[in-house]
DNA sequence: CCTTAATTGTGTAATTATGACGCAAAACTA
DNA sequence: TAGTTTTGCGTCATAATTACACAATTAAGG
């Protein structure tokens, strides 16, 4: 590859000026009633002390999934087997520090898999509805990403990612509406899921409050399939 | 806004090197048959003489949509009304002149309004099935738009864009067939855009070489509740 | 031990949407 | 006037969606 730079003393020097690129995660999880988002507190300026979106500037040897994934991991230790990029956010203003370019993405983690903050920042889940105020244009980004995840629901089986390996249909029920925003019928709710074929009942039951419920797990050939034909417009 | 950069007298020069940021454009056309894109002759090297997307750097005073715009109103004069970001394409030698990201739009407009190529370079419309090597990673990047327009077809109004202001059903028929690539039923397709309240009949019919056929418009008023009701999940 | 509260499992009927298909009508050609 | 092409309009069977009701299981309280 031809330079395109020349290194100085102090830096980097192009011939035109250029922009910083950053990407910015937007981690969803489900504590089994409300959607919830995984901010980090800010350790340095600008915004210090803010909660933001974890993410970082793009490095010359990645792309930018793999630097989405690298800042992940640094400021929340967290490895999601998946991330999907739905928007670029590039308003001159939105970085006091200058013309920075960010590139956003959205995961699903299931929240059994807490954070140990490894950076000197604090991590925490804030339930979707009740976010605290934001650095930057990380409110915006965010409500990208909810309209994305409303979107992706019905044609990727994102659902179960956010689910323990066995979850019951009440729980599958009340993640959807959470992520939709919308009431259904339990009983409708249950029979499209069966019909869809990506849960198989396991018949183990457990022990709780009321009538026990049975536990289901995603079938993992529907899944695969539907991955592949996400855009034959098959919903679920 | 702090100044993030030093201007010397060969540049700027920033503290850690950056790559450059890019859009391109992929522009769908459609001759009432295939679907086509428009594709420019690169004047200058690398790649020079090669058909690649209309694009070009990022500006320090724009964001990336006017960018997209801009660059495609000088390299094809087109000015589209509306464009959708799909992706961004960051692989580490998609562009020999160094490290290049490139945020990747498509946007929709009428054969009718054709192109007199403003820049030096000529430009040209490719139907879809039948394209030229391509500059950089473009065919890549073609066919990512291919399926993020698959994809937002059953949800936004973009049909629409590609048509005349009437157009009669047999053509928007053809369109969604060129866009899906699979056949529908006439009576069938009709009955369902009937349905959904998009298309309205103009009762004025033309004449040509056989029966003529009915003439349509689509409907401003549902065009509008679909753009703000896009992730309602209702299909169309 | 029986009742109540909460919650879940299961079934059925009405409505709506989808997909397959047939036939007649309008323009052009011969 | 008959033949060809292409369109308009309709019907029927099947599949999907929606609305709705009652019985079963656990824990808690008298």
Redesign the pocket.
């Known amino acids: 590859m031809k330079e395109d730079y020349k290194k100085t003393d102090d830096g980097y020097e192009y011939k035109y000026p250029r922009a910083a690129i950053t990407t910015d995660c937007v981690i969803f999880g489900f504590d089994g009633r409300y959607l919830n988002i995984l901010l980090v507190e800010r350790g340095i300026e600008p915004f210090k002390g803010s909660w933001a979106l974890p993410g970082g500037f793009l490095k010359m040897d990645e792309r930018v999934e793999e630097c989405a994934f690298r800042e992940l991991k640094e400021e929340t230790s967290l490895e999601p087997e998946q991330i999907e990029q739905f928007g670029v956010f590039s308003s001159l203003d939105r970085d006091p520090r200058g013309r920075v370019v960010t590139v956003a993405f959205y995961a699903l983690v299931k929240r059994t898999h807490v954070i140990g903050g490894d950076d000197a920042n604090d991590a925490r889940w804030f339930p979707i509805e009740d976010l605290p105020p934001l650095a930057f244009d990380h409110k915006e980004i965010i409500d990208e990403a909810m309209l994305a995840l409303k979107r992706d629901l019905h044609h990727q089986p994102i659902g179960f990612m956010l689910l323990d390996e066995q979850f019951?249909?009440?729980?599958l029920q009340r993640l959807y509406e959470a992520i939709l925003g919308r009431h259904?019928?339990?009983?409708?709710f249950?029979?499209?899921m069966m019909?869809s074929g990506i849960v198989t009942?396991t018949v183990y039951?457990e022990?709780?409050?009321?009538?026990?419920?049975?536990?289901f797990t995603f079938n993992p050939l529907e899944y695969k399939k539907m991955k592949e034909e996400n855009t034959n417009g098959k919903?679920f």
Do not use: I, V, Y
């Not at 259904?184 to 409708?188: A, C, K, L, M, W």
């Not at 022990?207 to 536990?215: A, E």
């Open positions: 019951s249909m009440p729980e259904f019928d339990r009983r409708n249950q029979k499209k019909a009942p039951s022990s709780t409050g009321h009538r026990p419920s049975k536990l919903e």
